[in-house]
């Protein structure tokens, strides 16, 4: 999960150092032989941001690409699968999802030090900012509109029928969500306890509303993680899949919604504006729109999935203040975090209340 740094931290390129491992040569025999229409000579330089898998953009004769990469070095088991992205990347593009495309996956450690995949340079225009201000007011609301489309979309696909029915386990997505954090919370003794929390953590399990969904869903859905057409209100690619999994499309789409109600000095939103002040639809409105995308008569029990993503960002920054506390996390960005976490437990306190 990208943080709310500003454009100026994550946007751009920088020159890539002998640290990241790379063997020019290797690369290019690599490309030539996998990418169709791949022209060389190649230049490499490295993506800015706090992607945890290392991003590069590629430069050739041919035109730009895009190569993302395990990092180096020893990883836990399961982390940063660059295939599993590869993979999902593929599956959607097939289905006119906006995505890049993917050319090749290299499996091989020998060739630039880890797993990588290449695909297309997507051109266009990120925003930073969940209140889209770079956009004229008028606007802004087919912005909205596009995000909103876009994640109903992906919703809709059935998972066996895009060669992904394995992609992640199905059935009980909320109490298999709900007792891994718990677990992690629990765990993590440094960070401390909280009284906030462990009432969630007793609510949440009771609060589980009747019925299952299995979709592909996205895990990070927000703003900052598409890059839109340079002038229209237009995704042509979503990006950073790396949570991407089967689970419950309402848990993803309440991640994308709690922009309404999030800090913008927290994660990207406009939890601290009335929206009709910036020509936005209302929250109301917003979640009637993803309705009538997706065929839904309402969400019921909507406040519930507000407070389970509220819950899970909690529980991520309850472990970056444990890291904080035994010194395994130095950065500002990280005490930042550490310091931010009661909020997030107070905004997922006041959907649960919300619920009663």
């Known amino acids: 999960m990208s943080g709310a740094l500003g454009a ?49 953009k590629l430069v050739a004769a041919s035109g730009d690409y895009v190569l993302r990469r395990k990092p180096l070095g020893q990883l836990a088991k399961g982390a940063h699968a660059v295939d599993r992205e590869a993979r999902v990347l593929t599956a959607l593009h097939a289905q006119g999802f906006p995505v890049a495309k993917v050319h090749g996956l290299c499996t091989d450690d020998s060739i630039v030090g880890s797993m990588f995949f290449v695909m297309d340079m997507v051109e266009g225009r990120i925003f930073w900012d969940a209140g889209f201000h770079d956009v004229p007011a008028p606007d802004r609301a087919a912005y909205f509109s596009e995000m909103n489309r876009v994640l109903a979309q992906l919703h809709s696909y059935d998972p066996e029928a895009i060669g992904l029915g394995d992609y992640g386990r199905r059935g009980n997505y909320f109490e298999r969500q709900i007792g891994r954090w718990t677990k992690s919370y629990l ?26 969904e299995s979709t ?21 690619a979503v990006l950073d899949w790396e949570l991407s999994t089967l689970g419950h499309p309402l848990a993803d789409f309440a991640y994308h919604a709690i922009m309404y109600r999030m800090p913008p000095d927290i994660v990207a939103g406009i939890g601290d504006v009335d929206p009709a002040s910036l020509s936005l639809p209302s929250e109301a409105d917003y979640v009637a729109e993803y309705c009538a995308n997706t065929g839904r008569d309402g969400i019921p029990n909507y406040d519930f999935y507000i407070a389970f993503n509220f819950f899970r960002l909690a529980a991520i920054f309850h472990g970056i203040k444990g890291r904080v506390a035994r010194g395994q996390a130095s950065s500002a960005h990280a005490a930042e975090r550490a310091a931010a976490y009661p909020r997030l437990v107070k905004l997922a306190l006041d959907a649960m209340e919300a619920c009663s």
Do not use: Y
């Open 8 to 56: 100026d931290a994550n946007a751009g390129v920088e020159p890539v150092g002998p640290d990241h491992g790379f063997d020019l040569d290797r690369l290019t025999a690599w490309l030539q032989d996998n990418v169709k229409g791949f022209q060389g000579p190649v230049q490499l330089f490295k993506f800015k941001g706090g992607q945890s898998n290392p991003t590069f």
């Open 216 to 236: 592909v869903v996205h895990g990070d859905f927000r703003c900052d993680n598409m890059i839109f057409h340079p002038s229209e209100p237009r995704v042509l």
């Open 187 to 212: 765990a993590d003794t440094d960070a401390g306890r909280d009284a906030g929390m462990d009432r969630l953590i007793e609510w949440l399990p009771s609060a589980v509303p009747e019925g299952d």
